[in-house]
């Protein structure tokens, strides 16, 4: 579900050649209906190894589609994130309020932007970067 992601945002804040993070997005309509969208916080994990090139994982992603087999439809089930890694404990988010369908895209993109640091420290210790190796600790 990755496929023909836009930028929307970046964080160049740590003082880093290339940005550190970035939230990507993809948006379907069938007028007047979002069919699908995805919003997705990534990290750049190539700057730990200096490489020429960003590697960008996604670290935690928001997602809804109206065909019943290509994901699920937040009408019916509610907005939740996934989280990367995948820990034991923490898999899922689902405690968001309902947001219209109309209004999602914008709403889990000004989460994402606004908890962005939490994200990314979660990342960065569940990915086992040492405290020397982390933007956001």
Known sequence: ?????????RDWSNGTVEPTAR???????????????CIQLEYNVGL???????IWRAIARFDHNVSPNRGHDI???????????KTENERKVWDFPRVPLRDSPRWCREFLEQRHRHYLLRYEKNGSLSPEQRFYD
């Open 75 to 85: 009408r019916e089930e509610g907005l939740h994130m996934d989280l990367f890694p």
């Open 23 to 37: 939230i990507r997005e993809r948006i379907y309509w069938d007028a007047p209906i979002i069919t699908e969208f």
């Open 48 to 54: 730990h190894y200096e490489m020429e090139d960003s």
């Open 1 to 9: 579900m990755t496929d023909e992601l836009r930028t929307v945002w």
